[in-house]
């Protein structure tokens, strides 16, 4: 089986073609059990309803064998379709991501990105240290050309007809240059469209302000650059957007640094946290609240189910030599399956190879180009 | 009629004694009746409500008369508390800032910020242009001693007892350095303190994780020299936070470069808007839902009063020596009278002379220190 992550020449654009394992119809997803919040159970449990859920999906699980055994023993769903791989260390929250790199190579984090360079995985999944994962993926998946910073997209719950939109970068690094959004830009408009069917997705550039004399230096840049892109990348520029663009119908592709899309993005899920509680104390503070509570159950729950950030758990590498997919830290067994579902998909589609064109593309017309007059 | 804004010294601390207009008991708020989106009809009926809420308050309005004297003549309760001050023209949202300072003296947001620095009002408040708003009250009143860069705090609907928690920068500078931060953290403390009476507010730094070795480098310093001035500027540091603890009850005062602010404000105030949206279509999604929504009307009415935007109206402009209030370009008559009651409340605070000491005493100390060492 041959996979797109095991391309002989690394840092080189990968097929564009459809991978071949959609022929054998497998999906192998590798699996970091360990550094969650919740311990490798929620791991296993997630596992355990991905495959429910995705028959085409196999699973290699890394970490300690003596704790993982007996969880996987107890559920009969997982046999003949999840292979363990031990690793005797597991990353911590508290590890740095430099220490990681130089005395990581026992832990289960390393092993399952291991087994994504070698082929044996076509995508991987980890709810451990995102520092750490992306370190280690960098390492030994290499970059794609032309990407100077790989970047962490997310989805969005949003108001136009996808119901989502999606941001990048919300957290891989603090830093961003026009060029790096340029390639954010690029990147994140190909896994849009591969994920929601969406031809030319709208792109927009988050700042302070709409009006084209507002922002920083670097912003200013990039605002040039994605403009001049459009043809390139396949996508609508709509212009700056601010924050409280994000959900809306304005836009399918927010790119912005990691330092603010990661505020962003904790400051949207803290938001929806505060009002959900407040509306539940709302809905318990008397006799006719309770009873209204009652009669709205069903409603309720599919507004809880729209905006559950577990549905859409799931921050993907993207700018890199492989497919990994950080899931957050505190994902239940629900959280994990919808990270385990989103790998699988992204490794099904084949978009790592027509972004890596994009790129090469890119990369090349910003540096040859002349600072202006440049129209594609 | 003595204030704290025509304080001979520009630039000096000013007085710490509550200030003499106490005595006389009328607090005069100079308000730019031109700018917002609703067109000055709004920033009247704000008036009216908020002279009707506080019946200390005089307003000293500033526009064109031709638009502005038959909405005054309509409402017999400003006769006698507001006087029309003649301005020939308005700020818009597209002018530059830098083009309003070289151009802007015949306009009303000119005139409502020359009235503050005359004496004649104690406070100002403004709809329009954020920028253009900044500017010409820097140039007017001027940066307190110690300050670098002025800052916009906000308050933001929080956990905690008090129910808000307050944020700066949201948006005056894209840029922060280090010792702009601990300006941040002493202005932001001041200004909590006097507005719920905390004694000892906890700080907070905006940062993408809690470990001391993330984040971008200006943030390090900062969380040093925060730290270092705790007794400097009576508060708990509690260290760095996330975008997720804005409305949380960790933290009571979050300081941030104006950039990263202003997409966090704006994202929380988008999620809000998007979840409440989507609540009142799930409470009209059929008989039963709408039933229900008409049982529990009274306890959704308090959780959409305590998330009200509205409520809140008011960025604050920290660092200069008289008391600005930006309100929400789109505020209604409700928002103007919020803006301008916090505005009123600011002046009769005193916070400004209390302000102006600590930062004095930490620019001092900030400078003098060797880079290492130091402890109070």
């Known amino acids: 089986m041959q996979s797109e992550q095991d391309h002989p020449h690394a840092g080189q654009p ?16 590798s699996v970091d059990a360990m550094g969650g919040d919740r311990g490798p159970s929620a791991v296993v449990a997630g596992c355990v309803q991905s495959l429910r859920d995705n028959p085409r999906i196999d699973i290699l699980l890394h970490g300690d064998s003596a704790a993982l055994e007996p969880l996987i023993a107890r559920e009969p769903a997982l ?14 929250m508290n590890d740095k991501p430099s220490h990681v790199m130089r005395h990581g190579k026992d832990t289960s984090m390393w092993s399952a990105i291991a087994a994504l360079k070698d082929g044996r995985g076509h995508a991987a999944v980890s709810c451990g240290n995102t520092g750490a994962l992306m370190a280690v993926s960098m390492l030994q998946l290499r970059r794609m050309e032309g990407v100077n910073r790989p970047a962490i997209a997310c989805l969005w719950p949003a108001r136009g ?15 961003a240059e026009a060029e790096d959004l340029l390639a954010y830009a690029i990147m994140g408009v190909t896994y849009f469209r591969n994920g929601f069917g969406e031809p030319r997705p709208r792109v927009g550039l988050l700042n302070v302000g709409t009006e084209e004399h507002k922002g920083r230096a670097e912003i200013k840049a990039a605002h040039e650059l994605i403009a001049r892109h459009e043809e390139t990348g396949r996508y609508e520029y709509v212009g700056f957007v601010e924050g409280s663009d994000i959900p809306s119908e304005r836009v399918d592709v927010i790119v912005t640094d990691g330092f603010t899309g ?29 009873l209204a509570a009652l009669l709205a159950r069903g409603a309720l729950r599919r507004l809880s189910t729209r905006i559950d950030p577990r549905r859409v758990n799931g921050g993907v590498f993207l700018g890199l030599n492989g497919t990994v997919v950080k899931s957050h830290g505190s994902a239940d067994a629900t959280g994990v399956a919808a990270a385990i579902g989103l790998a699988a998909k992204l490794a099904q589609s084949g978009y790592q190879g027509r972004m890596a064109e994009r790129l090469v ?8 180009a002349a600072p202006s007059g440049e129209q594609e």
């Open 14 to 29: 990968v097929d564009s073609q459809p991978v071949e394992r959609e022929s054998t119809g497998r999906i192998v997803i």
């Open 79 to 92: 046999a003949g379709r999840l292979s363990l791989v031990h690793a005797d260390r597991a990353v911590t």
């Open 161 to 175: 007809h996808h119901g989502f939109n999606t941001m990048l970068d919300v957290g891989a690094d603090v830093k």
């Open 262 to 290: 990661n505020v962003a993005l904790k400051t949207g899920e803290g938001t929806a946290k505060l009002i959900s509680d407040l509306l539940r104390q709302s809905l318990t503070s008397g006799p006719l609240a309770m």
């Open 361 to 368: 593309i890119a990369a090349k017309t910003a540096q040859d």
